[in-house]
């Protein structure tokens, strides 16, 4: 009995281990070991060819150009995340009647799948809004508008944060109900105004849930794929190709899956340093305040 509790917390984590060396460390492993090689997807056999597709990385312009449209497609969305919630998240917590259904009818395009979400705005965008346009004569209106690659990047950025912003607004919701009201009201009798009741009072209990928004918008923002494919396939002239969507093409369009799996190590590296630089940075902050 004592040797089985001596060993009790290795067997319980056993399993979580094993689904975690199945569906993330092995792909990751046989990702970066197809990544050495010329292997296209079909072929049996692949020669090794070391870091040549790496390399090919940094001088392919097409792979330049994603990057750029996936940063700034991912700041916007950190950027529009944060404030957006936390603006919702005040307005619902001065909301005394019917909270419940609020917080509920709010939370409802969480739970739609994103392609079909994508899809039915790809219908409204380039079917349903110009058809309206052209029976009131509005010129604007009556333009297919992800035919512009400006009006295509808002048009996305809209999309991901009509349905992505349920989740971060509910959790700004909670942080700001477990400010103490006892600090708040001797904040009002010492004469502080709601400006600097809310930045000396609130946003430090904010700033924990601040880090987790910022972390799950940079990593929602930089694997974008879901949204453009249904939307835009990357078009249009591909200003809205994300590097999750070129990857994707790189693999099952182009059967180019070794340069394909270069291109996937590479973004999860980008991810793991933004997520280590954030979370260090909120860190110093959250010590600070």
Known sequence: MKTFNRYAHYLFTLPALLLYAVFFLYPMVNGFLYSLSDWDGLSKTSHFIGVDNYVRLVQDDRILSSLGFTFKYALGLIVLTVVLAVVIALLLNRVRRFQSFYRTTYFFPAVLSMIT??????????????????????????????????????????????????IPTLLFLAALQSVPKDLLEAASLDGATPWQRFRSVVIPFLI?????????????GLTAFDYIMAMTGGGPGRTTESVGLLVYNFAFQEFKFSYASSLAIVLFVIIAIVSIVQIRSMSRLEVNA
């Open 208 to 220: 924990p849930t601040l880090n987790i928004v910022v972390i799950l918008s940079a990593k929602s």
């Open 117 to 166: 979400v994508g899809l039915i705005f790809n219908q409204l965008f380039s079917q349903a809004l110009p058809a309206f346009g052209k029976a009131v004569g509005s010129d604007m209106l009556s333009r297919n508008l992800l035919s512009n690659p400006d009006l295509a990047f808002f048009g996305l950025l809209f999309v991901s944060l009509w349905q992505g912003l349920a």
